[in-house]
């Protein structure tokens, strides 16, 4: 009954659609046909051609490219039963007991989660090839019991035959949105397909939400309730403690043009390491979800695709307790040499072009030093802008502070300070100068520690500590002495050289973008970055419909560095933005002045349009930058 339901109203919604797409292009084209009879002709041509493009174009349009879409799955390893035979006896085991048919593949993914998809025919009334996703990151922690239960989980979306219709839904959802994508907002039949696409949107979680109710129901028949409520939980922590690890130990030195040379060996290396940590997280989120309180058991949104996870937990220990035999081993065995299956996942899944792939101590060595130079680099910039100067190095640094223009060099670092009070301060950004010197000068290297951050060693092995050193470096009379201590550190001051003179696009996000600003006169698409400001050359008038795309389409996926090496771009870094003033509170119109003192006039145009809250993520970058 369920996927009768189903089926009905994903062919219905779907239809729907269509429909509303037919009744608004004949009513548009009965009131052009009514304004041409008691006005002019082409009034009604302007009235026919707006419905026209709202509807039987962005339809048609918007569908096309629904119907190629190919909802391909996550990258990953095949898992052929020759290389995993236990994962496959117990897939075939577990879709027996839920009532199903085994998946024809199993992939190995990298994500934090398991997942199932099917190709089916004939609008999904006909079964096809079934795919099962299985994240590494659940077979390094999970017990056996844990993984059997969200096995079985996904093998009961195939039961409850969830899958069939999921291309339908999928299709239907795509086409929708980009209809409304290729309808100018001011379109009155965009505002009509934008509420219908919220009514589709709300039918289809509250199905799903349903789905994954009874699909949780499959995996405590299989493995009992307390193995199918902790897996659930357990990915929560896997999850939190996946982001974590990405963000603080390895995506910095993949923007640094570094990978480590075992990305999921090193989660398992810092589970280990953070033990005490990760069993907190444990007790804090089985605390949460096994609470009946309304301020623990976060009430279900109409948007969400999935229930609470307190909602389901409920649900799971109301169920029946099952009478199998629970193993409570860890899941790892199950697929034997799983190091050398995380190896050939990270190749598919992380490998950024040029990059260098270094053994953990060096790759994290690596990082850090590289992190230390960035900072420096950031520092020299402001230097040289401050001394009016290039500062090639530390020893520069060290050589204007000689010469009397410490005020000078602090003032820009700490704005608002007294005298005195900067050049105590400065001795902090130069002992940053300082340990980036003795990294170079081969008289430091760092320690990694994955409960700490990273150390600064001398060559003695003992804690580098060379905050006594800048304190009488910023002051004219014991700088002598500290270029003394520092040398009998093996410490070369000109080793610290200014690498990076001008903030660039590598690495940056696009955060937002207006299209058809007038800057300084003439027309231009404005993208505001995580770095600074990107100018695009500007469309002529009569293509704001493709400005308006082509701005979509940078948001989705642009490549800032390519968009930068475009023939009449400019890239603005923040920081080399010295004031800027908004000289209306109505439209967006800002006086900019640069450090080398350009100024520059930025405004709305008559065509302009905002994308992802452009005004105020501009006026917040702009406030981070001049403040």
């Not at 009744?23 to 052009?32: E, I, P, T």
């Not at 390491?273 to 301020?295: K, M, N």
């Not at 409570?328 to 992380?350: E, S």
């Not at 402001?382 to 001394?387: D, L």
Request: with cysteine; hydrophobic share 50%; glycine share 10%.
């Amino acid at each position: 009954m369920v996927v009768a339901v189903r089926a009905f109203v994903s062919i219905v919604m779907l239809a729907g659609f269509y429909v509303l797409a037919l009744v608004q292009f004949v009513a548009g084209v009965v009131l052009a046909v009514w304004v041409t009879s008691v006005t002019t002709g082409a009034v009604g041509a302007k009235i026919g051609g707006a419905v026209f493009l709202g509807t039987v174009w962005a339809v048609g349009r918007g569908t096309w490219k629904a119907l190629r879409a190919d909802r391909a799955g996550p990258p990953g390893v095949p898992l052929t039963p020759s290389r995993a035979p236990l994962l496959w006896q117990a897939v075939h085991e577990l879709s027996a007991a839920v009532g199903t048919r085994a998946p024809d593949e199993i992939r190995l993914v990298a994500e934090v989660n398991a997942a199932v998809s099917e190709r089916t025919r004939l609008m999904g009334l006909i079964g096809g090839r079934r795919n099962l996703y299985v994240g590494l990151p659940l077979l390094q922690t999970f017990t056996v019991a844990q993984l059997r239960s969200v096995l079985a989980h996904e093998l009961g979306h195939y039961s409850g035959s969830h899958t069939r219709f999921a291309g339908i839904s999928y299709r239907g959802r795509l086409a929708l949105e980009r209809t409304i994508g290729h309808i100018n907002r001011s379109n009155l039949a965009g505002w009509v397909f934008r509420a219908y696409g919220w009514l589709f949107i709300l039918v289809e979680h509250a199905v799903s939400r349903r789905q994954e109710l009874e699909a949780d129901l499959a995996a405590v028949r299989v493995a009992g309730r307390s193995a199918a409520a902790g897996a659930l939980r357990e990915v929560e922590v896997l999850d939190t403690a996946f982001d974590f690890y990405m963000r603080r130990f390895v995506l910095p030195g993949v923007e640094a043009g570094y990978v480590p040379d075992d990305l999921f060996g090193g989660f398992a290396a810092m589970l280990r390491a953070r033990a005490e940590e990760v069993s907190a997280l444990r007790a804090r989120i089985s605390s949460s979800s096994s609470s009946s309180s309304s301020s623990d058991v976060r009430v279900p949104s109409r948007w969400d695709t999935h229930p609470p996870l307190g909602v389901r937990v409920a649900a799971i220990m109301a169920a029946p307790e099952t009478t199998a035999a629970i193993d409570n081993g860890p899941a790892a065995g199950i697929v034997a040499d799983l190091g050398a299956a995380g190896r050939a996942l990270q190749a598919l899944t992380l490998r950024p072009d040029g990059a260098v792939q270094l053994p953990w101590d060096e790759f994290l060595t690596a990082t850090a030093a590289a992190a230390l130079q960035e900072e420096s680099d950031t520092m020299l910039r402001v230097f040289t802008r401050a001394a009016g100067q290039p500062v090639e190095d530390v020893g520069a640094v060290l050589d204007l502070i000689g010469a009397g223009r410490i005020d000078d060099l602090a003032a820009p670092v700490l704005p608002g300070a007294t005298r005195r009070e900067a050049r105590k301060g400065f001795a902090e950004p130069l002992t940053t100068l300082l340990a980036l010197a003795a990294v170079r000068s081969g008289a430091a290297r760092w320690q990694h520690s994955w409960t700490a951050p990273a150390r600064l060693l001398g060559t003695d092995d003992a804690p580098l500590d060379l905050a006594d050193v800048a304190a009488l470096a910023c002051d004219p009379l014991t700088l002598p002495a500290a270029r003394e201590r520092l040398r009998a550190r093996g410490i070369d001051v000109t080793a610290a050289k200014h690498v990076r003179r001008r903030v660039g696009t590598e690495h940056a996000g696009i955060l937002a973008g207006i299209t058809t600003v007038i800057v300084d006169g003439r027309r231009a698409d404005l993208l505001i970055l995580s770095h600074g400001l990107l100018l695009m050359p500007g469309m002529p008038r009569y293509k704001t419909g493709m400005a308006r795309y082509r701005m979509r389409r940078w948001l989705a996926g642009g490549d800032p560095q390519q968009l930068a090496a475009t023939p009449g771009s400019r890239f603005i870094p923040y920081e080399e933005i010295a004031t800027a003033v908004r000289t209306t509170k109505v439209r967006f119109r800002w006086e900019i002045t640069l450090h080398d003192g350009t100024v520059m006039e930025l405004r709305n145009g008559a065509q302009s349009e905002e994308h992802a809250g452009a005004r105020n993520v501009f006026t917040k970058a702009i406030h981070a930058a001049t403040t």
